[in-house]
C-alpha cells in the first residue's frame, strides 16, 4: 500500500491567474497589514521553495497529448490480444441475411456479446475515472466534469444499443407486419363480402323490414378496395332492379307530414323516402365513378342497366345525361353500350310512356349542337330506333269537331227557347259537384291505367320529330357550310351519312314548308365534288345517297312536289363511272339503280337508252355482284322501254332509229344528249362468257330478249337482292376451268358450253385443278430454289477467288520490298 501511495502523483490546487509584475499594486494598507501581523506570517519565511518549484514543473511537463496516446496504447494492447470466438456471438438467421464473399463463401454477421462488452467499457471507464494508475490526482471540479461527460457517453451508448437492437429487430417485425396486414385485408375482404351477400339477399326477401341496409351497403361500396367496389355496385344494382316499384316516388310535403296518419301510411312514407335516398346516392356514387378511368366501363353498365330496367323512376335524368353523353365516347365498349340502351329506351316505350324519348332525343340534339356536328357516326344512328304514327302529320280526327258543334247546338237551342225557366240554384250547384268528381274520377282513372292518353302521346311525338329533323337539318346546314368555305382545305362529315339514311326513312313525316329547302340541300350535295380540280368533296356513296333521299322524299309527297328531278339522273349516269369497290358500298349503288330507275317510272327513251349501254359498260368492269345488279336493272329498262331493245341489234343505228343524235358520244355528262340509241350492247356477248354462271346466264337472257318477243324474261328480283346474293356466293364461290383439251373444232353459230351443273363433277374437277396447281407451283418454287442456291454458291466462289488474288499480289509485294 506504501509503494502504491508513494507512486501516485498528487496534483497541487489550481494557482492563481498569472499576473504580471508590472501591474501588481501594493497598497499602504497591505503593507500596514502585514506589519501589524508579522508573527502570523512568519511561515512564508520557512517554506522550501526549491522542492515546490520542482513539483510544479514535473507535473507542467506532463502533457494532454501523452495522456491520450498512452491510453490510445491500452486499447489496442487489449483488442489485440481479445479472441474472437469468445468475444462474439453470431446472430439468428431469421433476423439477418448471410453476407457472400468473393470467394463464394456465406457467413452471417456477428456482434460482441453483451458480457465481454460490459467488461470493456468497465475497464475504460475505469480507466477515464482514474481508478487503474492515474499519473495525476485531479481536483474535485475535474472529477466532477470527468464524471459529467462519462454519464453522458453513458446515456449515448445506451441509446446505441437500443437503435441496434431496433435495427436488428426490424426485417423480422416488419416482415411479420405485412404478413398480418394481407391476412387482415383479406380477412376484412372476405367478410365484406359476406357482408354484402347477406344484407342484398336479406333486402330481396323482405325489402320493407331492412330497408335500412342499403345504407351499409352503400358504405362498404365506398371501399378504397377495387373488387369490393364493384362487387358492391353490382349487389346494389341487382337489389335496386328487383325492389324498384313501377311507379314515381314524390315525398310528402310540409302540409301532408304535419297531417294525421295511419301507422301503415307511416311505415309507406318511411320506407319510400329511405329508398329514395339511398337510391340517389347509388345514382351519384355511379356519376362519379364514371368519370375515373378504372370503374368506367362498370359504372356505364350499371347505369345503362339500370335504366333500361327502371326508365319511369325517379332520376332519370341524371342517367340519361350520362349515356347520351357517352353515345360518343372514344370507348367502344362504352360507346356501343350507351347506344344499345338509348335504342331500346326508344324500341320500349310503353315502360316510360315516351318521356323518356323526348328527353334522350333533346339531349342528343343538343349534344350535335355544341360539338359542331363533329361526332361519331353511332350518336345519330340511334334515331333509326324511332317509330312514329303514320297519321301524326295528318290533322285531328273529327270528333273534336263533334263536339264543338254539340256545344254550339244546345247553345243555340238555349237562345232559342227563352220561354224556359232556368234551373234552380240547388239543382246547378248539384250538376257541378257531380261534373267536378266525374273530373277528378277521370283523372285519377287515367293517372292509374296504362293506357297513354292519345293527345298527349301525339303531342310528344311531335317534339321528338321536330327536334330529331331539326338535327338533322343542322347536320345537312354544316356540311354545306364546310363545302362552300373549304378553299382546299380538308374537313370532315362524319354524321352526314346516317343524317341522310334517316331523312330517307322519315321522309313522309316532313313537313311541306321544308321540302323545296331540303330539295336544294340534297342537289347541290349530290353535286358537290363533280369539278375534278376540287380535291375535297363528298364520297361517292354520299352522293348517292343524296340522290336516294330526293326520290324518296319525292315518292313520298307525290301530290304535294312538283319537282324536276333531272339533275340528279345526271349525277347518278357520272357516279356509275366513278364507283370503285373497295372504296365505295356496293349497297348503296344497287339501292340507287333499284329506287331511280326500276321502281315503276317511265323514263324517256333517249335517258334509259343511255343507261342501259352505261350499265352494260359497268358490269365488265367490275366484280360479279355489281355486275349482276347492273344487269338486273338492264333488263328492267329494257322490259319497260321496247324502243331501247333495238341496241341487241348487230347493226347499228341511226336516221330514225337513233333520233336527233346519229352518233353515240360515251364522255356526255347528260344521259339525254349521249346518242346511246345509235350504239349496240356488243358489251352482252363477252358477259356470256363470264367466269360466273349466274351473270353469264342474265346476259344469255337479256340478249334473246329482242329475238324472242313472245318470251320476254322479267323476274322479280331487285338490284339490291341480286348485289346481296352473289356477295355472300363470292365468299366460296370456286371459278370452274376445263383442264381438259378438245381437238374438235367448234362450228360457227354452236351454242356456249355452259359449266357443269352437277354439284359432285364440280367438286371433282376443283380436286383435279387443286392437284394439278399444287404440283406445279411445287417444281416452280424447287426450280426457283435451286437458282437461288447456285446464285448464293457463286457469290461464295467468286469472293474467294477474289481473296486469293489478292493474297498472292500480297506476297509478291513483299519479295519486291526484300
Known amino acids: ?129 482514474g481508478t487503474a494508475t492515474p499519473m495525476v490526482k485531479l481536483t474535485k471540479a475535474e472529477k466532477r466534469a470527468k464524471q459529467k461527460k462519462l454519464r453522458k457517453e453513458a446515456k449515448k451508448q445506451v441509446k446505441e444499443t437500443a437503435q441496434s437492437d431496433e435495427v436488428r429487430q426490424a426485417p423480422q417485425s416488419e416482415v411479420l407486419d405485412e404478413v398480418k396486414k394481407e391476412l387482415t385485408a383479406e380477412e376484412a375482404n372476405d367478410k365484406k363480402k359476406y357482408r354484402l351477400a347477406e344484407l342484398g339477399t336479406a333486402l330481396l326477401v323482405d325489402p320493407e323490414s331492412n330497408i335500412k341496409s342499403l345504407r351499409e351497403m352503400l358504405q362498404i361500396a365506398k371501399d378504397g378496395e377495387h373488387s369490393i367496389v364493384i362487387l358492391g355496385l353490382k349487389s346494389l344494382l341487382a337489389v335496386f332492379k328487383d325492389i324498384l316499384p313501377g311507379y ?126 363533329q361526332l361519331h357516326p353511332d350518336s345519330i344512328e340511334v334515331f333509326m330506333s324511332l317509330s312514329f304514327d303514320e297519321d301524326l302529320r295528318k290533322p285531328e280526327s273529327s270528333e273534336v269537331d263533334n263536339k264543338t258543334k254539340m256545344k254550339n247546338s244546345k247553345k243555340k237551342r238555349k237562345l232559342v227557347e227563352p220561354n224556359k225557366l232556368p234551373a234552380s ?78 331523312i330517307g326513312k322519315f321522309s313522309h313525316l316532313i313537313d311541306l314548308d321544308f321540302m323545296a329547302d331540303l330539295m336544294n340541300y340534297l342537289r347541290k350535295l349530290a353535286g358537290a365534288g363533280s369539278q375534278k380540280n376540287d380535291s375535297h368533296h363528298l364520297t361517292v356513296s354520299e352522293r348517292l345517297q343524296c340522290c336516294i333521299v330526293a326520290f324518296k322524299v319525292m315518292k313520298n309527297n307525290l301530290e304535294a312536289l312538283n319537282v324536276d328531278l333531272q339533275e340528279f339522273f345526271v349525277q347518278l349516269y357520272g357516279l356509275i363511272l366513278e364507283y370503285r369497290p373497295g372504296r365505295d358500298k356496293g349497297e348503296v349503288l344497287a339501292e340507287a339503280l333499284k329506287i331511280m330507275l326500276c321502281d315503276d317510272r317511265q323514263h324517256d327513251t333517249q335517258r334509259a337508252a343511255a343507261f342501259v349501254k352505261r350499265l352494260a359498260t359497268f358490269s365488265l368492269s367490275f366484280g360479279s355482284a355489281e355486275s349482276m345488279a347492273a344487269l338486273v336493272t338492264l333488263r328492267h329498262l329494257l322490259h319497260k322501254n321496247a324502243k331501247c331493245r333495238n341496241l341487241l341489234e348487230n347493226d347499228a343505228g341511226g336516221g330514225s332509229v337513233s333520233g ?20 349496240v350492247l356488243w358489251e352482252l356477248n363477252l358477259l356470256t362468257k363470264h367466269y360466273h354462271p349466274a351473270v353469264s346466264t342474265v346476259a344469255s337472257s337479256i340478249s334473246t330478249m329482242n329475238t324472242v318477243s313472245n318470251q320476254v324474261s322479267h323476274s322479280n328480283i331487285s338490284p339490291q337482292q341480286a348485289f346481296v346474293q352473289l356477295s355472300h356466293e363470292h365468299e366460296s364461290f370456286i371459278p370452274a376451268s376445263n383442264t381438259k383439251k378438245t381437238s374438235n373444232k367448234r362450228k360457227k353459230g354452236c351454242s356456249l358450253s355452259f359449266p357443269i351443273s352437277s354439284a359432285s363433277k364440280d367438286e371433282l374437277m376443283t380436286l383435279a385443278d387443286e392437284n394439278a396447281v399444287r404440283n406445279k407451283l411445287s417444281e416452280h418454287f424447287l426450280i426457283l430454289d435451286n437458282i437461288v442456291e447456285n446464285e448464293r454458291l457463286r457469290t461464295e466462289l467468286y469472293c474467294t477467288n477474289m481473296s486469293l488474288k489478292l493474297c498472292e499480289q500480297y506476297r509478291k509485294q513483299k519479295r519486291r520490298i526484300r
Request: some cysteine; proline content about 4%.
Open 660 to 679: 336527233g343524235i346519229a352518233k353515240y358520244n360515251p364522255y356526255a355528262t347528260d344521259p339525254g344528249l349521249s346518242g346511246a340509241l345509235a350504239s
Open 425 to 502: 240554384e240547388n239543382k246547378r250547384s248539384r250538376r257541378e259537384i257531380i261534373s267536378k268528381t266525374r273530373e277528378e274520377v277521370k283523372a285519377d282513372y287515367k293517372a292509374a291505367s296504362f293506357a297513354q292518353d292519345v293527345a298527349e302521346r301525339r303531342r310528344m311525338q311531335s317534339d321528338t320529330l321536330s327536334a330529331v329533323f331539326q338535327t338533322f337539318f343542322r347536320i345537312l346546314k354544316h356540311a354545306m357550310q364546310s363545302l362552300l368555305s373549304s378553299m382546299g382545305e380538308s374537313f370532315s362529315l362524319p354524321l352526314l351519312a346516317p343524317c341522310l339514311n334517316g
Open 248 to 373: 314515381r316516388i314524390r315525398l310528402p310535403t310540409e302540409k301532408e307530414q304535419q297531417m294525421l296518419v295511419s301507422k301503415a301510411v307511416k311505415k309507406t312514407r318511411l320506407y319510400e323516402s329511405t329508398l329514395l335516398t339511398a337510391y340517389k346516392a347509388f345514382v351519384q356514387k355511379l356519376i362519379t365513378l364514371e368519370e375515373q378511368a378504372v370503374y368506367k366501363c362498370v359504372a356505364m353498365r350499371c347505369i345503362c342497366t339500370l335504366l333500361e330496367a327502371v326508365p319511369h323512376f325517379n332520376f332519370r335524368e341524371n342517367l340519361l345525361v350520362a349515356i347520351v353523353k357517352g353515345i360518343s365516347s372514344q370507348d367502344d365498349v362504352v360507346r356501343k353500350l350507351c347506344c344499345a340502351t338509348v335504342k331500346s329506351l326508344f324500341e320500349h316505350e310503353g315502360k316510360h310512356g315516351g318521356e323518356a324519348t323526348v328527353e334522350a332525343v333533346k339531349m342528343i340534339a343538343e349534344l350535335v349542337k355544341v360539338h359542331n356536328c
Open 1 to 129: 500500500m506504501r509503494k502504491k501511495q508513494k507512486q501516485k502523483i498528487v496534483l497541487p490546487p489550481e494557482l492563481p491567474p498569472e499576473v504580471p509584475d508590472d501591474e501588481i499594486q501594493v497598497s499602504d494598507e497591505d503593507l500596514q497589514f502585514v506589519d501589524q501581523n508579522r508573527d502570523y506570517a512568519g511561515f512564508v519565511s520557512n517554506l522550501d521553495t526549491k522542492s515546490i518549484t520542482k513539483h510544479v514543473t514535473r507535473v507542467a511537463d506532463v502533457k494532454d497529448d501523452a495522456l491520450e496516446s498512452m491510453y490510445e496504447r491500452r486499447l489496442r494492447k487489449k483488442s489485440a490480444d481479445k479472441d474472437k470466438e469468445e468475444d462474439e456471438v453470431e446472430v439468428d438467421p431469421v433476423d439477418a441475411l448471410p453476407v457472400k464473399t468473393l470467394d463464394g463463401k456465406l457467413y452471417y454477421r456477428t456482434v460482441p456479446s453483451a458480457a465481454k462488452k460490459s467488461e470493456t467499457e468497465a475497464t475504460a471507464a475505469s480507466e477515464d475515472n
